[in-house]
């Protein structure tokens, strides 16, 4: 099946400074979506992306449809401790009767004080 | 504006025991769906529903049941468990792109 590749695996960044991540995928996607998990809690949707070569900002999140429809990028600006968290790639392809989402393993991003 | 609510929150089985999670939703979503959270491995798919009454299976449904006898509602079984469904069972639903999630359900199961 449909498999999204995210990198890094984990981060540990100091404050202050700039992250990036990405997730490529085989697969040509319609949509890109990138949602943030909190410890415990369920992940919660940060930016969604609907056109190859879209650049969309969330406060000090920036996010990119690649222009291939195969990649897309997480930047977070000036991270501070409460960017701690798991943040995961999603595509989605309308091919077939469902378009469920792909979601990618995830970027686990340790922030130190 | 309670969105997807879970329950249990938390659960230990006993290995061939059976249970029910619960989801709900208070949107009026058509699409709901049923993922586990195992480290390392992210959200895997087990099984979805595109409307009242209806399912199908997601990636890894081996070993679930699920249900969606009314709209708001998606439930999960597992028939006997086993250790290899200790996991964090997360139920989401959508109108069309996005996907609104429950805190999850930590599930041990010995």
């Known amino acids: 099946g449909q498999q999204l590749n995210q990198s890094p695996q984990s981060m540990f960044i100091q404050e202050g400074e700039d992250v990036s991540m990405n997730c490529t995928s085989s697969?040509?996607?319609?949509?890109w979506l990138w949602y943030k998990q909190d410890p415990g809690e369920g992940p919660v949707l940060l930016i969604a992306l609907y056109k190859a070569g879209e650049l969309t900002s969330n406060g000090r999140l920036t996010a990119q449809f690649g222009i291939t429809r195969k990649d897309s990028f997480l930047n977070i600006s000036a991270s501070i401790p409460s960017d701690v968290g798991i943040y995961f790639c999603?595509?989605?392809?309308?091919?077939?009767?469902?378009?469920?989402?792909?979601f990618g393993k995830g970027t686990k991003l340790s922030v130190k004080p | 504006n309670a969105g997807v609510t879970q329950t249990p929150k938390f659960r230990v089985l006993k290995t061939g025991q059976s249970m029910t999670l619960l989801c709900a939703q208070d949107m009026n979503h058509e699409y709901m769906y049923w993922y586990r959270q195992d480290p390392g491995m992210g959200l895997r798919l087990i099984h979805y529903s595109v409307g009242e009454g209806t399912t199908a299976k997601g990636e890894v449904p081996d070993g679930y049941n699920v249900s969606r006898l009314k709209k708001q509602n998606f439930l999960l079984g597992l028939e006997s468990a086993a250790p290899s469904q200790t996991s964090v069972y997360f139920c989401a639903s959508s109108y069309s792109f996005g996907y609104t999630f429950g805190s999850g359900t930590r599930l041990t199961v010995v």
């Open positions: 999603a595509g989605r392809n309308y091919g077939g009767s469902q378009g469920n989402l792909i």
């Open positions: 697969s040509i996607f319609n949509t």
